[in-house]
């Protein structure tokens, strides 16, 4: 193991407190671009493009070496082509003696409009008591740039990074990470060979002020199912009574999904779900969570279940199925009387270990069949599974685990809660198998920060105690390198 010169984080710490306003300006420049990759629009790809072209030239100014690799178009339904951003691979030492750690971030962001209830323009960032709002703020531009804060501070007092860098940026995320896992399985034995661990930082903390370490997110397998009579709607007025009406077959089999307690209700779904054990209860114990405060401020007059413990364990270790919507049904306002003619319904089961996603889609599409059957209508079914996104769950007792739990404890002064997240971060099991790399999520966000919503925003505090929480981590991994 090597040692850094005594003294050496001190310096680093005092060098970001010392510039924070500067990289917090930087992020105000990223935040001001609309890298929205949700909405398919030529104007907003040429965004997405700029903000590669800006983030690659950040990363050259700090001494990487960067390929900003071309990964072609992506083919919408409705026939058009639009360009996919560039990937960022991107390398700064390789010293074989030193560790390489390998960040994940995306720079693409969720669609935001002021009038949707934003108090200040989502695309400028603004600060009101410590509080970085904007779009992008926390989901992920500022982790992106707390790493690359982290890295500038080393270089700027022109000393020694302890370990090699390597970056894997890319703009396609919210999209569903297009064209990155390709990517990742041609680069297994250039790019990645010579990483030791993985650094995902896009989730956030279950506090607003404790810091805590994710160790498992769910999975999601996302299926639509279409009922149809035929592709025109009816009236009622002279339909009605003589159909099997489509809306009426969909809101059986939608309705046979789930009871009002929660429980799936597909038969043979909870088989593989992995046992509860004594030890992991006591990790819910441990966590520091206000059921009330959370309760209230979520403005939900009763949950599914009343203790921490079982809120904890239904968002995080049990599947879980969500009815998303009916593509086709009537649901504007108004009294119109139509009967639709075709109808799709939308849901999706999060996944968990060790639940088989191949399993649960064939489950899923037995069930719908049989409930189908029983009503012998005359429409035509058709159930499709149009997502299917693998559960992630780490080994915490791998070393990059330990040595972030000694940075959060240098830098925050306290223990991290060790927590799972109930949503999903796709490429986190596929970096995984892929590489056969660890992986570890080491958020920076507080639990307010509302990514994907109106204000999102990330504190200054998170923004630079996170940039000291990295460089705190390249010291603690270069320690446990043997
Ligand atoms: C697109 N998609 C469809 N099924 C799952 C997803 C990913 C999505 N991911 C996040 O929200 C990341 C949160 N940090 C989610 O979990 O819904
Ligand atoms: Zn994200
Ligand atoms: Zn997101």
Known sequence: ASTPPPGLLEKVFQYIDLHQDEFVQTLKEWVAIESDSVQP????RRELLRMAGLAADRLRGLGAR????????QQLPDGQTLPIPPILLAELG?????????????????PARQEDGWLADPYMLTEVDGKLYGRGTTDNKGPVLAWINAVSAFKALDQDIPVNIKFLIEGMEEAGSLALEELVRKEKSGFFSSVDCIVISDNLWISRRKPALIYGTRGNSYFTVEVKCRDQDFHSGTFGGI??????????????????????????IYEHVAPVTEEEKRVYEA???????????SQVKRFLFDTK?????????????????IEGAFHEPGAKTVIPGRVIGKFSIRLVP????????????????????????????????ALGLHPWIANISDHQYLAAKRAIKTVFGTEPDMIRDGSTIPIAKILQDTTQKSVIMLPLGAVDDGEHSQNEKINRWNYIEGSKLFAAFFLEMAKLHS
């Open 41 to 44: 629009a030529p104007r907003l």
């Open 66 to 73: 960067v390929a900003s690799v071309d990964v072609g178009f």
């Open 94 to 110: 390789s010293d074989p003696k030193k560790p390489t750690v390998c960040f994940y971030g995306h720079l693409d962001v969720q």
């Open 243 to 268: 159909l099997n009406e489509p809306m009426a077959d969909l809101v059986a089999l939608l309705g046979s999904l789930v009871d009002a307690s929660g429980r799936i209700l597909v038969p043979g």
């Open 287 to 297: 966590i520091d969570l206000d059921v009330e405060e959370y309760r209230n401020s």
């Open 309 to 325: 413990e079982e809120l904890l364990m239904h968002l995080w270790r049990y599947p879980s199925l969500s009815i998303h919507g």
């Open 354 to 385: 060790h639940m088989d996603m191949s399993v649960v889609e064939t489950q899923v599409k037995q069930h719908l069949e049989y409930i189908f059957s029983k009503r012998n209508s005359s429409n035509q079914m058709t159930v499709s599974m």
